[in-house]
T-cell receptor, first 113, second 112 residues
Framework: ETGVTQSPTHLIKTRGQQVTLRCSSQ?????VSWYQQALGQGPQFIFQ???????GRGNFPPRFSGLQFPNYSSELNVNALELDDSALYLC????????????FGQGTRLTVV | DQQVKQNSPSLSVQEGRISILNCDYT??????FLWYKKYPAEGPTFLIS?????DKNEDGRFTVFLNKSAKHLSLHIVPSQPGDSAVYFC???????????FGAGTILRVKS
């Protein structure tokens, strides 16, 4: 059984650029959620995908978008990067029903300069 | 609007003693609560959870207590070990919901 893996682990981008982060879900999990963790804060929910459809979204602007693929892997895309987008981006996979423990990847550290 | 609060940014405990980490929530609709542990450069690791129909759940050295009337939960670690030093996040959710709402975390340092 493989865990949740994210790529890349670190990334530096320039303000205004676009970025794509990737996540492979834990085997058997059909739900993937993305979280943003700013320095000194807890993770904040960005959105969730269940069976390739968006299933809820947090308080993030539309330039944050995502995809889930038939194998349940996922991408997070951020357009028009801003300095405040610098954070740790975490992917979590789970079984949606019930929404019990979610298993997290190691995260992607994004720095926008 | 911070629905889950961990008011202690840090806690220092001697090895072998009890560590008590606290968490408060404001949304009475939350019915499932989780604790995660996070080491530097790693993602959060699930530790223990509790449903709102219970007031206590134990797993080895870890026990979570839930006081629904006070909207308060706590994580007890007994005995504390140096390897427990990490950031601990409390999270709340609806059991059939779609997101975890996290507190800001408490840094636990266990001194040997």
């Amino acid at each position: 059984e493989t865990g949740v893996t994210q790529s890349p682990t670190h990334l530096i981008k320039t303000r205004g650029q676009q970025v794509t982060l990737r996540c492979s879900s834990q085997s058997g999990h059909n739900t993937v959620s993305w979280y943003q963790q700013a320095l000194g804060q807890g993770p904040q929910f960005i959105f969730q995908y269940y069976r390739e459809e968006e299933n809820g979204r947090g308080n993030f602007p539309p330039r944050f978008s995502g995809l889930q693929f038939p194998n349940y892997s996922s991408e997070l895309n951020v357009n028009a990067l801003e300095l405040d987008d610098s954070a740790l981006y975490l992917c979590a996979s789970s079984l949606q029903r019930p929404n019990t423990e979610a298993f997290f990847g190691q995260g992607t550290r994004l720095t926008v300069v | 609007d911070q629905q889950v609060k961990q008011n202690s940014p840090s806690l220092s405990v001697q090895e072998g003693r009890i560590s008590i980490l606290n968490c408060d929530y404001t949304n009475s609709m939350f019915d499932y609560f989780l604790w995660y542990k996070k080491y530097p450069a790693e993602g959060p690791t699930f530790l223990i959870s509790i449903s709102s129909i219970k007031d206590k759940n134990e797993d080895g050295r870890f026990t979570v207590f839930l006081n629904k009337s006070a909207k308060h939960l706590s994580l007890h670690i007994v005995p504390s070990q140096p390897g427990d030093s990490a950031v601990y996040f409390c999270a709340a959710t609806l059991e059939y919901g779609n997101k975890l709402v996290f507190g800001a975390g408490t840094i636990l340092r266990v001194k040997s």
